[in-house]
């Protein structure tokens, strides 16, 4: 109901409409929902590739999951670059570039992989998606003193992944 009144009210008043990941700052970034994003994009790669090597049940029920997949891959995609370009807009100083130089042009390679990957269906684009964004995760890490550890994913497509060794 409230709702409904403030948005009544918004069209005679016109309020400005804020939208930001965080302005307070709060502080807390974490390339964790990146990495487990490019990880969904290599399952779906992984699942759409089984899925044109495997008997059709159907044209139409076939049609409907490939597309399915298709969506989530470029979902998934597009939510990590976006989780990346957070942390390297909003946390990343000139004192982390100094220290870290390669971080502008992973950061570059990160993007051209997500968006390769969501144009294709090329597990070994998707892989290295991953690959860039645990080296972003690594680099991250350092920058806050944490050290890291890599360990396979406990959940298909089960790649390598960096974590903050706590």
Avoid at 29 to 40: G, K, R
Avoid at 78 to 98: M, N, P, S
Avoid at 100 to 110: A, D, M, N, Q, R
Wanted: aromatic share 10%.
């Amino acid at each position: 109901m409230f709702y409904k009144f403030v948005q009544s009210v918004d069209k005679y008043l016109s309020f400005f409409e804020a939208k930001a990941h965080c302005d307070v700052p709060c502080g807390i970034y974490d390339p964790s929902p990146a990495q487990i994003n490019a990880l969904t994009v290599v399952r779906m790669m992984d699942l759409m590739i089984s899925l044109e090597q495997g008997e059709e049940k159907g044209r139409l029920e076939y049609h409907n999951t490939l597309s399915r997949y298709i969506t989530v891959k470029e979902e998934h995609a597009e939510k990590a670059k976006h989780e990346i370009r957070v942390i390297w807009g909003d946390y990343i100083k000139d004192t982390h570039l100094e220290k870290f130089p390669e971080l502008t042009g992973l950061v570059h390679k990160i993007m051209q992989l997500g968006s390769k990957s969501r144009q294709t269906c090329n597990r070994d684009d998707g892989v290295a998606f991953v690959d860039a964004i645990n080296q972003f995760a690594e680099i991250f890490w350092a920058t806050k003193n944490i050290k890291t550890k890599k360990a396979k994913a406990p959940y298909a497509p089960g790649l390598e992944m960096v974590y903050p060794d706590l």
